[in-house]
């Protein structure tokens, strides 16, 4: 196989016109590119430079390689470019994946801070199911995703999971609710009501679950949903009451109210995870702090 930086030193060569010009553009010894071209030539399988006069000048063979070497020479200072920028967080492409009620809330803010700071990288937002995101990352299908895990959740070799924030579950209810008289309901006081299920089966419907357990009793559910608009919908006709984190309630029915819950106080944490191995990359360290950041959520 030819050898690039031997086919740099034939270019230098061919370019001054001797050895000797080329050893001096090189920093080289002059022997020491007379060795480099012969073993080029050894590559090769054939002669490479001959002699004219005191100085040299490249046969057929030697103008084709010194020809590569120059579009070479030209690629690889394209490529230390790229490089540069990419490390510098001028350029590069990352790939989120996120799930339905963070995305105008909390991702929104952040992406909108990091094009601003990194403008030449490209971001690829992806809607997804909390638990399913961590394994685009764990393959490297996505660059950062954010999940909802349970404070003790395994850490995975390589993977750095990183906390944003814990939200708040509010207890939603039809307008003129007696209940609605009350700033602030302890869950307890919801055991006797007619439940909406808000949230599909997942980490998402876990915090209600453990919440109302700790309180003593199980929901009783007579609609569900797996989306928060509709579950307010439902609930003001009427058919009950809902638990939806407070991310979830950016738009809010006109015919509910909404409450906040103590005794407990059931919360999802959300997280975003990353590889490890991503974290040189400007544009996504940007992002992480945005996401934590208090103007992010």
Do not use: N
Not at 4 to 27: E, I, K, P
Not at 165 to 181: F, K, M, N
Not at 200 to 212: K, T
């Amino acid at each position: 196989m030819l050898d690039v930086r031997r086919m740099q030193v034939l270019h230098a060569v061919t370019t001054t016109g001797s050895v000797t010009a080329a050893a001096a553009r090189l920093g080289y010894t002059p022997s020491a590119v007379s060795q480099q071209v012969a073993v080029l030539e050894k590559e090769a399988g054939t002669a490479l430079l001959e002699r004219v006069g005191r100085g040299v000048r490249p046969t057929a063979a030697g103008l084709l390689l010194s020809r590569y070497a120059a579009d070479i020479g030209a690629r690889l200072a394209e490529a230390e470019t790229a490089l540069a920028d990419l490390r510098a967080g001028r350029t590069g492409r990352l790939t989120l994946h996120y799930f339905a009620s963070v995305g105008p809330t909390l991702l929104a803010p952040a992406l909108a801070r990091v094009r601003q700071a990194h403008p030449g990288v490209a971001i690829d937002p992806r809607l997804t199911e909390p638990d399913d995101a961590l394994s685009e990352v764990e393959h490297g299908r996505a660059d950062l995703a954010l999940v909802v895990r349970r404070p003790t959740g395994e850490q995975q070799q390589g993977i750095r999971v990183v906390h944003l924030l814990d939200d708040a579950y509010q207890v939603v209810l039809p307008a003129g609710h007696p209940l609605a008289a009350h700033r602030t309901i302890d869950l307890g006081d919801l055991a006797d009501q007619h439940w909406v299920g808000s949230e599909p089966p997942g980490p998402c419907r876990a915090p209600i679950a453990d919440a109302c357990a700790a309180a003593g009793f199980s929901p009783r559910f007579v609609a569900k949903s797996e989306d928060y608009a509709t579950a307010q919908g439902f609930v003001a006709a009427g058919l009950g009451i809902s638990l939806i984190p407070r991310l979830g309630l950016g738009a809010r029915h006109p015919g509910v109210v909404v409450r906040r819950v103590r005794t407990p106080e059931p919360f999802r944490s959300i997280h975003a995870v990353v590889r490890e191995s991503s974290l040189d990359q400007p544009a996504l360290r940007a992002l992480l702090k945005a996401l934590k950041a208090p103007s992010g959520a």
